[in-house]
């Protein structure tokens, strides 16, 4: 199976190496297979420059959005690869991801012993299932994942997950700079009956890490602010599929586990 690796990526030219690339440099992953999309040719020359001496980089493909934010991004990406690009399978991963990994038991998680395999494997049985979207679990605590797949309305994370370009259905975009991910959720789940989420598998990664969102936010404070708002937005265009719950941190969005 071709598929392809889509990162985008803000301000973090030196963390996306060593997070991510190194990730997939570790499972051997075809580099001339992943694309990293940036804003505008000054966040190109700036990654330019940080790839440019190690060979092993060469084969990255940057990606100029001139978008700003991630909705626009995201959005960007989706109408990239519907009208522009050849291939059906694009698996989505965030710069600053440290491992990808599995639930053991209850008390242990390990990474995953073939990355390729495991993405591969997804997409197949997503599309055994007749779907376009799988997700893994948001959390990394052993206690609280699953070794079970659904098909029912949940969270998919998109830090790391996959969908696949079905053009005999329309390409699906979003409104929301927070909670994109959960917006794109709700739409596979509706347009497509249900997204797949695989229950035993999680990422390593520091959420609300310096640079990328927050710093297109002009700070952490700033964006938490922009939480709120936008958390009752969401939940009043999808009231039958969403709730608002407060956190620590700030506001969060929690799907109901609804079956079509």
């Known amino acids: 199976m071709n598929y392809k690796i889509c990162i985008p990526s803000f301000n973090r030219p030196e963390i996306i190496k060593t997070k991510t690339l190194k990730l997939l440099e570790k499972y051997s992953m075809e580099f001339n297979n992943v694309d990293i999309f940036i804003e505008n040719q000054e966040q190109y020359d700036l990654y330019y420059e940080n790839l440019k001496n190690d060979e ?26 519907y009208h522009y690009e050849d291939h059906n399978f694009i698996c989505c991963i965030d710069d600053d991801i440290d491992e990808i990994c599995v639930k053991v038991d209850d008390k242990k998680i390990k990474p995953v012993d073939d990355l390729d395999n495991l993405i591969i494997d997804n997409f197949l049985y997503t599309k055994k299932l007749n779907l376009n979207c799988w997700g893994i679990s948001a959390y990394h605590n052993p206690f609280f994942l699953k070794n079970n797949v659904s098909t029912n309305l949940k969270y998919i994370c998109g830090a790391f997950f996959g969908f696949v370009v079905d053009k005999k259905k329309e390409v699906l975009q979003t409104k929301f700079n927070h909670y994109e991910d959960f917006e794109f959720s709700i739409k596979h789940f509706l347009r497509d009956g249900g997204v797949v989420r695989f229950n035993n598998i999680c990422i390593i990664t520091k ?4 640079g990328g969102i ?7 404070e700033n964006r938490k602010k922009d ?6 937005k969401f939940i009043e265009l999808y009231p039958q599929y969403s709730r608002l719950i407060k956190k620590k941190y700030g506001f969060d969005i929690r799907l109901k586990p609804i079956k079509l």
């Open 56 to 81: 092993k980089y060469h084969d990255l493909n940057l990606i100029i959005t001139d978008t700003k934010g991630i909705k626009e991004k995201r959005n960007f990406i989706r109408n990239y690869y």
């Open 207 to 210: 959420y609300f890490g310096d």
């Open 214 to 220: 927050n710093q297109s936010y002009n700070g952490l």
């Open 227 to 232: 939480m709120e708002i936008a958390g009752k």
